[in-house]
């Protein structure tokens, strides 16, 4: 049968025919017909056996006949990894290239706003992983209302890294007259169950039984312990002739770590995984395909669909927890009837794992052994080995033995040094506590045999040790600031004498202490004046709040010596003492206002207080 056979174009077969392709796959025979009738396809066939194109071509035919519009393309391509989608866009490109069509790669990785243009402008097919395509339609980018063909490919992969959920909200976006094609390798009870939900009276196309192998692989079973895996796989790959080889770990953090290794020990390696840039893995995959590398190390994000032509071997440096990804991981070599190997590396705690990828691939994987690496057993009980081989070589038995604790304290006693002096005051004054702590040890544990506390005095050299390392650490240098054990300089001598001026409590806010209030009171008393000299001062005051007319009768004699007769030492006193008294000084009881006294009783009232002072003044003076 050739492929005009199945109803194809004439462009269609012209591009199949420049590509080098005449004769189609078993799986390419049967889909190819069904998908052209408008039927819904239940395809399950084993990697490399030419899926891609079973829903390509007849696509690329129908889609030949119509025009999409801005937004709402014709068709949705589904993929579970950015590598796949992008392998099919190439597929797109290769077949279609007589057919004027247009397509949009819609994955994470990539600019939001460079395929949001392209669907402006319109798009016949999306070719788009399942997260990128809920965000660009609830972003407003796009509209599904007129997608009219859905193709689910590697299904089984899908349910492995959780997009079934996603699957199922776009397959509710989608209108419900569609065509829907699902295509796995595999086909386990889920995804049967999710073709039944989704798909309207398929047609099941079954090429080869679930999880066979291709019979051109040769496999190989290295069971080893976890710290030879490195060695052996470097002398696997020394020992054959690797052309271009896949070396899969179970974990992201292995890949980077496993890679690193390689090309430490020379190796012309490179790395790819789901946490690297999307450029990074583009260009990875591009140098490995053309030969630029020769060992790629992955994840199973590289196991599924990814074309390479002639892979010589797979090297499976963890044995995977799925034993389906086991049939993907080795489907990578012997593809298109070519000669491969696989190499699988176990530990013993992985005998369960490979039971159950012997049952699923229907016969036990070869035993096979290195020379000068020991070859363990497989443990099919699951149970974790406590012993395992250490990383290191023990040297300890080829060094002299440590001194014990004993002698370092007899070197300390027998020649202390000076810092260990000033500590050992302290060490003598807390000798006293050590038997009674000995007696309590004794008394909760006489059923055992404790060996008594050895004195410490080894601690204080470590104390020093550790001091003579911080005076040599080069973090420390003298130009920090910031060091603990600086001495405090103070002023010393040369305090400034504002800090030595005493600051009142009234000015704090606060309540005057009792010494503060005897001070005040003491500069009080020395200020008083005695009562003559007090009822001096007032009548020399007092004419002067009087009218004119007492003024004038009052003599000018009496009120010379009321001024004069002053003592100098009261006035030097109260000159000096001013600073303070204005502070202390209490403001003395606001007096009642008198009524107000007639002009006429005032002015007599002047004049009798000018008159009586008069007479005590000489008796005053003459004493």
């Known amino acids: 049968m050739n492929f005009a056979d199945l109803g194809l174009s004439e462009d269609i077969l012209k ?3 420049d590509a080098g392709y005449d004769t189609p796959t078993p799986i390419q025979a049967q889909a190819i017909p069904s998908v052209l009738m408008a039927r819904d396809i239940l395809g399950c066939a084993q990697t490399g056996t030419g899926k891609t194109a079973s829903f390509t071509l007849p696509m690329l035919d129908i889609l030949h006949h119509g025009r999409a519009r801005m937004r709402m ?6 993929e579970p990894t950015r590598e796949l989608a992008t392998q099919v866009a190439a597929n797109f490109d290769t077949y279609g290239k007589y057919i004027s069509l247009s397509k949009a790669l819609i994955i994470g990785g990539e600019s939001a706003a460079e395929q ?11 070719i788009a992983t399942p997260g990128r395509l809920i965000d660009t339609f609830e972003r407003g980018k796009l509209l599904l209302s007129d997608c009219k063909l859905l193709v689910i490919d590697e299904a089984d992969r899908m349910l492995d890294m959780g997009f079934i959920p996603d699957i199922e909200k776009i397959v509710n976006m989608l209108p419900k007259q569609r065509q829907t094609l699902f295509f796995s390798a595999t086909m386990p009870k889920e995804i049967k169950r999710l073709a039944d939900k989704f798909l309207s009276n398929p047609k099941e196309i079954t090429v080869s ?5 291709a019979t051109t692989v040769e496999h190989k079973l290295l069971v080893l312990d976890d710290f030879d895996k490195r060695e052996a796989l470097r002398r696997l790959i020394r020992a054959e002739d690797v052309r271009n080889a896949f070396v899969f770990c179970n974990r992201k953090k292995d890949v980077d770590i496993l890679y690193k290794s390689l090309t430490k020990h020379g190796f012309n390696a490179g790395r790819m995984h789901g946490d690297l840039a999307q450029s990074e893995r583009t260009e990875t995959l591009a140098k490995f395909k053309t030969g630029e590398i020769t060992l790629l190390v992955c994840s199973d994000v590289a196991a599924r669909g990814i074309d390479v032509a002639d892979v010589s071997h797979v090297f499976n440096f963890d044995v995977p927890f799925n034993a389906e990804d086991y049939v993907h991981r080795t489907g990578r070599t012997g593809r298109a009837g070519r000669d491969g190997k696989a190499f699988t590396l176990a530990v013993p705690e992985d005998g369960k794992l490979v039971a159950a990828i012997n049952k699923s691939i229907n016969m036990d994987i070869p035993l096979t052994e290195l020379e000068g690496i020991e070859t363990l057993e497989l443990d099919f009980t699951g149970k974790k080995r406590r012993n395992k081989k250490s990383r290191k070589p023990n040297t300890r038995d080829d060094k002299p033995a440590r001194p014990a604790r004993s002698d370092k304290k007899e070197t300390a006693t027998d020649a202390p040094s000076p810092a260990k002096s000033e500590a050992q005051p302290q060490k003598d004054a807390d000798a006293p506590k050590a038997p009674a702590r000995d007696a309590r040890n004794n008394a909760g544990n006489t059923d055992r045999n404790r ?19 911080d005076r040599n650490n080069r973090n420390n240098r003298r130009d920090r600031d910031d060091r603990d054990d600086k001495t405090v ?3 010393g001598d040369h305090v400034p004498s504002f800090l030595l001026t005493e600051v009142p409590a009234s000015s704090l806010g606060k309540k005057p202490s009792d010494d503060e209030e005897e001070a005040p009171k003491k ?29 004038d009768e009052a003599p000018a004699e009496d009120a010379a010596p009321a001024a004069t007769e002053a003592p100098a030492e009261t006035a030097s006193d109260a000159k000096s003492d001013a600073a303070p008294a204005k502070e202390v000084k209490k403001r003395a009881p606001r007096r009642p206002r008198k009524k107000a006294v007639p002009k006429a009783e005032t002015a007599d009232k002047a004049a009798d207080t000018a008159q009586t002072p008069a007479e005590p003044a000489p008796a005053e003076s003459e004493s």
């Open 73 to 78: 393309p014709r068709s949705i391509i589904l």
């Open 116 to 126: 949001g243009k392209v669907l402006e402008k319109g798009a016949d097919v999306i």
């Open 489 to 491: 300089i103070g002023f």
């Open 15 to 17: 591009a199949v025919a």
């Open 209 to 213: 039984p679930p999880s066979t192998m």
């Open 523 to 551: 500069t009080t008393t020395a200020k008083r004046k005695p009562a003559a000299e007090k009822s001096k001062s007032t009548t020399a005051r007092k004419p002067r709040r009087s009218t004119k007319k007492a003024s």
């Open 451 to 469: 060996t008594e506390r050895p004195d410490r005095t080894e601690r204080y050299d470590r104390n020093d040790r550790n001091d003579r390392n």
